[in-house]
């Protein structure tokens, strides 16, 4: 039985002069199951899933799947907001060896909460895999409110939660101790603090660089050794505010160039990372690679 839980990495999708870069994506992949991720997600939003086409996205899923082994697990971000379009999408899925879907909440339209429940109800229905709830309302336009999530727990199919809803503490300690669901943080910064709360992991776009502190720190928070997790999570922290300095995964996919895994390349209308931040990248992927 797959655990949500632990460190998931939200995979950057490899581009190689204007094309997806499957062979790039098989080895990063690859790269961060021997590095120690409990699992990836492809197609999020870390993976510019907007700029590829239904084939583009279906042809990188089977490569990161052949890529890791059989029970590694590999969840895959859909969105939309049309519903019927998005459920369609999902039952086109059902035939793959995922863990999980990822699914946010309908973006630009900014459903009430009601049209959100009946959103994911749809998507459930239409899917047989897991489903990981996402809230992410700064890119959405609409935040999943706690009641609708508890709502949604109540169907076994909805497994987990990806909270990126800005930190507010109590929507994080309410859904923590008031569903069933896995707390997945999406706030990278916040993983320490949502861990000690009682959440399960992350789903860090940031634990592409050395995803085996972020399990460490979790693993010392597991044993009550607060003052060795916070040291790893201080260590981390000038990291992980660089690494979102600049709009995802700019700075992300320019770290992963400078390690040899990808070429830094973005698709419109997404750029690659400033000289000034390269320069700064540099320095800090030394300090970081040093621990």
Same mark, same amino acid.
């Given at each position: 039985m797959i655990e949500f839980s632990g460190i998931w990495v939200p995979m950057v999708t490899p581009f190689l002069n204007g094309q997806v870069d499957l062979a790039?994506?098989? +080895? &990063?992949?690859?790269?961060?199951?021997?590095?120690?991720? $409990?699992?990836?997600?492809?197609?999020?939003? #870390?993976?510019? =899933?907007?700029?590829?086409s239904t084939s583009e996205q279906h042809q990188l899923l089977a490569a990161v799947l052949t890529a890791v082994s059989k029970d590694f697990p590999v969840a895959f971000g859909i969105s939309g907001n049309n519903t019927a379009e998005v459920a369609q999408a999902a039952a086109a899925l059902n035939n793959m060896p995922i863990a999980a879907l990822l699914v946010s909440a309908p973006y630009y339209v900014r459903p009430s909460q009601s049209g959100i429940l009946q959103h994911f109800e749809a998507i459930a229905a239409a899917s047989h895999h897991p489903?990981?709830?996402?809230?992410?309302?700064? +890119?959405?336009?609409?935040?999943?409110?706690?009641?609708?999530?508890?709502? &949604?727990?109540?169907?076994?199919?909805?497994?987990?939660?990806?909270? =990126?809803?800005?930190?507010?503490?109590?929507?994080?300690?309410?859904?923590?101790?008031? #569903?069933? &669901?896995?707390?997945? =943080?999406?706030? $990278?910064?916040?993983?320490?603090?949502? =861990?000690c709360m009682g959440g399960h992991g992350a789903i860090a776009a940031a634990a592409h660089i050395r995803p085996d502190l972020y399990k460490k720190m979790l693993s010392y928070i597991q044993e009550g050794n607060l003052a060795a997790a916070r040291i790893i999570d201080l260590q981390l922290r000038p990291l992980i505010k660089l690494l979102f300095s600049e709009p995802n995964p700019a700075v992300i996919k320019a770290a992963l160039a400078m390690q040899g895994l990808i070429h830094d390349e973005l698709r419109l209308p997404m750029t690659s990372a400033s000289a000034e931040t390269k320069s700064k990248l540099s320095m800090l992927l030394a300090e970081i690679n040093a621990i």
């Amino acid at each position: 039985m797959i655990e949500f839980s632990g460190i998931w990495v939200p995979m950057v999708t490899p581009f190689l002069n204007g094309q997806v870069d499957l062979a790039a994506a098989a +080895r &990063l992949a690859k790269h961060l199951a021997e590095q120690g991720a $409990d699992g990836l997600v492809v197609c999020g939003t #870390t993976g510019e =899933s907007a700029t590829l086409s239904t084939s583009e996205q279906h042809q990188l899923l089977a490569a990161v799947l052949t890529a890791v082994s059989k029970d590694f697990p590999v969840a895959f971000g859909i969105s939309g907001n049309n519903t019927a379009e998005v459920a369609q999408a999902a039952a086109a899925l059902n035939n793959m060896p995922i863990a999980a879907l990822l699914v946010s909440a309908p973006y630009y339209v900014r459903p009430s909460q009601s049209g959100i429940l009946q959103h994911f109800e749809a998507i459930a229905a239409a899917s047989h895999h897991p489903l990981i709830i996402y809230n992410i309302p700064y +890119r959405t336009g609409v935040t999943i409110e706690p009641a609708t999530i508890k709502a &949604l727990s109540l169907n076994p199919q909805f497994v987990a939660i990806k909270e =990126s809803g800005g930190g507010q503490i109590e929507p994080i300690y309410q859904i923590i101790n008031e #569903t069933p &669901l896995k707390f997945l =943080s999406g706030e $990278d910064h916040l993983i320490f603090i949502s =861990s000690c709360m009682g959440g399960h992991g992350a789903i860090a776009a940031a634990a592409h660089i050395r995803p085996d502190l972020y399990k460490k720190m979790l693993s010392y928070i597991q044993e009550g050794n607060l003052a060795a997790a916070r040291i790893i999570d201080l260590q981390l922290r000038p990291l992980i505010k660089l690494l979102f300095s600049e709009p995802n995964p700019a700075v992300i996919k320019a770290a992963l160039a400078m390690q040899g895994l990808i070429h830094d390349e973005l698709r419109l209308p997404m750029t690659s990372a400033s000289a000034e931040t390269k320069s700064k990248l540099s320095m800090l992927l030394a300090e970081i690679n040093a621990i």
